[in-house]
């Protein structure tokens, strides 16, 4: 077998579709399918079921799958840290973040790093924080900005705080305390809320506050993003409390100041491990232009 036979099988498990498959590795069906068919052949077999509505893989495919991608993977971080020793950054870099990070403007350093180093593939995915967490402990994210209670640790990975920053109360412009400067917990206690899914980080900074404070509050609406609770927000349905600096972003909508309210804490984690050369000259990038230290 060789490299590019695993790139088809990957790109065919991921796009579950043949057709796509090809248009993805830049080559005729034909000749995807022949490769894979006889990737199939050699390991003695099947790594798809494949019928007229849809291609998914085997029990065979699925364990295939995991070392195929670290195969592949290996191979670019080689040419990746070959580059790199002649001076040229290029490869893969893959990019977490939670939706409403407010430590950077992520577009900004994404532009700033792709003029810097243009051969390297920029992947973005935005996700909660503790999904983020797992998918760089896991190698499928290189680094990740999260957003977590004060003292929270990721465990796993290495990580460094980036900013603290107070929740606001957002509110419809018709809402009663829209005209407010500042309200407090006890006060906010008696509303209906819109807030994330129990249990996340994401809402945790929300409870804990509550909980200090000795207070109950209604979460009737739980949502997993944050345009769907701007949206309800707008028309009523509830109010929400979220970073200062982010809810200053969110347009017919208003912030209102709360005391003793919670405090978010964005952090930056990455791997561990040696970060590869594109993941290395991101993280110099946001620090001013130093690498950070080995593990």
Same mark, same amino acid.
Not at 48 to 68: D, K, M, N, Q
Not at 276 to 289: E, K, R, V
């Given at each position: 077998?060789?490299?590019?036979?695993?790139?088809?099988?990957?790109?065919?498990?991921?796009?579950?579709?043949?057709?796509?498959? $090809?248009? /993805?590795?830049?080559?005729?069906?034909?000749?995807?399918?022949?490769?894979?068919? /006889?990737?199939?052949?050699?390991?003695?077999?099947?790594?798809?079921?494949?019928?007229?509505?849809?291609? /998914?893989?085997?029990?065979?495919?699925?364990?295939?799958?995991?070392?195929?991608?670290?195969?592949?993977? =290996?191979? !670019?971080?080689?040419?990746?840290?070959?580059?790199?020793?002649?001076?040229?950054?290029?490869?893969?870099? =893959?990019?977490?973040?939670? &939706?409403?990070?407010?430590?950077?403007?992520?577009?900004?350093?994404?532009?700033?790093?792709?003029?810097?180093?243009?051969?390297?593939?920029?992947?973005?995915?935005?996700?909660?924080?503790?999904?983020?967490?797992?998918?760089?402990?896991?190698?499928?994210?290189?680094?990740?900005?999260?957003?977590?209670?004060?003292?929270? /640790?990721?465990?796993?990975?290495?990580?460094?705080?980036?900013?603290?920053?107070?929740?606001?109360?957002?509110?419809?412009?018709?809402?009663?305390?829209?005209?407010?400067?500042?309200?407090?917990?006890?006060?906010? $206690?008696?509303?209906?809320?819109?807030?994330?899914?129990?249990?996340?980080?994401?809402?945790?900074?929300?409870?804990?506050?509550?909980?200090?404070?000795?207070?109950?509050?209604?979460?009737?609406?739980?949502?997993?993003?944050? !345009?769907?609770?701007?949206?309800?927000?707008?028309?009523?349905?509830?109010? $929400?409390?979220? &970073?200062?600096?982010? $809810?200053?972003?969110?347009?017919?909508?208003?912030?209102?100041?709360?005391?003793?309210?919670?405090?978010?804490?964005?952090?930056?984690?990455?791997?561990?491990?040696?970060?590869? &050369?594109?993941?290395?000259?991101?993280?110099?990038?946001?620090?001013?232009?130093?690498?950070?230290?080995?593990?």
């Amino acid at each position: 077998m060789d490299l590019q036979q695993m790139r088809f099988v990957l790109a065919v498990a991921e796009t579950a579709n043949f057709t796509r498959a $090809a248009e /993805r590795c830049h080559v005729v069906q034909s000749a995807l399918s022949h490769q894979v068919a /006889r990737l199939e052949k050699e390991l003695g077999a099947r790594l798809f079921e494949r019928t007229s509505r849809r291609v /998914r893989l085997t029990a065979a495919g699925e364990a295939f799958l995991p070392a195929a991608r670290q195969a592949v993977e =290996a191979a !670019e971080r080689a040419r990746a840290e070959v580059a790199a020793a002649t001076g040229e950054i290029r490869g893969r870099l =893959a990019v977490g973040s939670i &939706p409403t990070v407010a430590a950077v403007d992520l577009p900004v350093v994404l532009r700033d790093y792709r003029l810097r180093y243009p051969q390297v593939r920029i992947g973005l995915r935005t996700g909660s924080s503790e999904r983020l967490i797992e998918q760089v402990r896991d190698g499928g994210l290189d680094v990740a900005f999260l957003g977590v209670p004060p003292g929270f /640790r990721p465990r796993g990975v290495r990580d460094r705080e980036l900013a603290h920053g107070r929740h606001v109360a957002v509110v419809a412009p018709g809402h009663p305390l829209a005209t407010e400067r500042e309200v407090d917990l006890r006060l906010l $206690a008696g509303e209906v809320f819109v807030d994330f899914v129990a249990g996340s980080a994401a809402r945790a900074q929300s409870d804990e506050a509550f909980a200090a404070a000795g207070l109950r509050r209604e979460v009737a609406f739980e949502v997993s993003g944050v !345009e769907l609770m701007a949206r309800m927000v707008r028309h009523g349905l509830g109010i $929400a409390l979220l &970073p200062a600096a982010f $809810a200053a972003e969110l347009h017919g909508l208003r912030s209102v100041a709360v005391t003793n309210g919670p405090v978010r804490v964005e952090r930056l984690v990455w791997s561990r491990f040696t970060p590869s &050369p594109a993941a290395a000259a991101f993280l110099a990038l946001l620090d001013g232009g130093t690498p950070p230290p080995a593990a």
